[in-house]
């Protein structure tokens, strides 16, 4: 069996807006990014084959700075650099570009399944920032 988080993780080291990755657990500096697993091999449909379509859901978490003064689109530039990476999947998609999951399983699809970043939480020196995917893919026996 493949190991599923470690093609996640070199997956995402393709994308050009992350330079700190982390998988799972990180600290929060600015700049840093955190794929989180969020369902691992979520079984959707089984089949006589016993082969099944499944789900890998994952969330990616970017720590960023934040401006609280007045009259700075500091906040909205920095929403539109994290709304990029959330492009670079969708392009991914596009491009039938998928993560290995190893000479079992077939890959049918990388989404992202929100339209905007979720600000996750904030103090005084930055941001969190949060969107989730899905990667959905069919497991042969």
């Known amino acids: 069996m493949a190991n599923k988080h470690d093609a996640m993780f070199t997956y995402m080291q393709g994308c050009p807006q992350i330079s700190d990755l982390f998988f799972n657990f990180s600290t929060s500096e600015n700049g840093n990014t955190v794929i989180a697993t969020t369902s691992n091999e979520f079984e959707v449909e089984s089949y006589i ?10 969330a990616v978490i970017q720590f960023r700075p934040l401006s609280i003064d007045p009259n700075d689109d500091t906040n909205a530039d920095i929403l539109f650099d994290v709304e990029q990476v959330m492009e670079w999947v969708e392009a991914q998609e596009d491009a039938e570009n998928y993560p290995d999951f190893g000479d079992k399983c077939d890959v049918q699809e990388i989404s992202v399944l929100q339209d905007v970043p979720t600000v996750a939480g904030q103090d005084q020196t930055g941001a969190k920032y949060m969107f989730s995917c ?8």
């Open 49 to 58: 084959d016993k082969s099944a379509l499944k789900w890998y859901d994952f």
């Open 134 to 141: 899905r990667v959905e893919y069919l497991e042969r026996k």
